[in-house]
């Protein structure tokens, strides 16, 4: 899929597979590019309505597959 080394390579979903590079979550495509960086804390796999993202700062997001987000999420502590 890429010739880099990461840590983590999930299975490809939604042309959309999850890797991590050091501590960080980002998206590969399916030539093994990164389609949106590693700069999340915790990532999930795409589905039909995107992925899950948190960031840095603790906030969860719905990402689409070119990294845009489409909803934010609040959690209480």
């Given at each position: 899929?890429?010739?880099?080394?990461?840590?983590?390579?999930?299975?490809?979903?939604?042309?959309?597979?999850?890797?991590?590079?050091?501590?960080?979550?980002?998206?590969?495509?399916?030539?093994?590019?990164?389609?949106?960086?590693?700069?999340?804390?915790?990532?999930?796999?795409?589905?039909?309505?995107?992925?899950?993202?948190?960031?840095?700062?603790?906030?969860?997001l719905l990402l689409d597959t070119t990294g845009?987000?489409?909803?934010?999420?609040?959690?209480?502590?």
């Amino acid at each position: 899929m890429t010739k880099k080394r990461y840590r983590y390579i999930g299975q490809m979903n939604e042309r959309r597979a999850v890797f991590q590079d050091g501590m960080d979550y980002g998206y590969l495509d399916e030539k093994g590019q990164e389609a949106i960086p590693a700069i999340y804390k915790i990532a999930t796999d795409f589905g039909n309505e995107g992925a899950v993202v948190q960031t840095k700062e603790g906030q969860f997001l719905l990402l689409d597959t070119t990294g845009k987000m489409l909803h934010t999420y609040r959690f209480r502590k």
